[in-house]
Each structure stands twice: as C-alpha cells, then as structure tokens.
C-alpha cells in the first residue's frame, strides 16, 4: 500500500513539474530544464509501479508473477548465470506460470 501511495506522489509532483514548465508565471520562474534532463523519476516510477525495470519484467509484473519469476526476467538479458540460478530453483507453479508468460513475451 506504502508503494502505490509513494507511486501516486510521485506521478503527481512529476504532472505538476510538467504543468509549471508548460505555463510559467514570468520568465524569471521558467525552468531552463525538462523533464527528460532529470534523469531517475521514469525509473523511479518504473520501479515502484512493476517493481521491474525491463521490458520483460514490467510484462511478467502485469500478469501478477511471483517474486522468483520477476526475478528471473529481470536477470534473463543481463544476467544469464544468475537467470539460470533462479529457474532452476522454481517450484512446480513457477515452472506452471513461467511456462504461460513465456508464451506471450517477445
């Protein structure tokens, strides 16, 4: 509950951000930045909203995947060894579920 409300904060004060730079009061409050020059708020936000950073983690975190298995996915392009580790420990479920999300990831 504590990372969807931290979420929401968040993603509030980031519309916000975007709001005061879309329509500033005088030129002296315009911020000379944008968005995309802070780095780590879309990470942030990645991370607190699929508890996952890649592609294929932020997939297998919308069908509702085990810890084990996010973690597989977030290792399997970077981290081969430690993708194996963690397949090769995954119970009956596990290799259940993995076995359905293989199938829909690209």
Do not use: H, W
């Amino acid at each position: 509950m504590k990372q969807v409300k931290t979420y929401n904060y968040i993603e509030i004060t980031k519309k916000e951000f975007q709001q005061y730079q879309a329509t500033p009061i005088t030129n002296a409050q315009a911020s000379n930045c944008s968005m995309d020059d802070i780095p780590g708020i879309d990470r942030l936000l990645s991370k607190l909203e699929y508890n996952a950073f890649s592609t294929k983690g932020r997939i297998a975190s919308d069908y509702g995947v085990s810890k084990n298995l996010l973690d597989y996915y977030e290792n399997v392009e970077n981290n081969t060894t430690r993708a194996n580790e963690l397949k090769n420990s995954f119970d009956e479920y596990e290799k259940y579920l993995y076995d359905k999300v293989e199938g829909i990831m690209p």
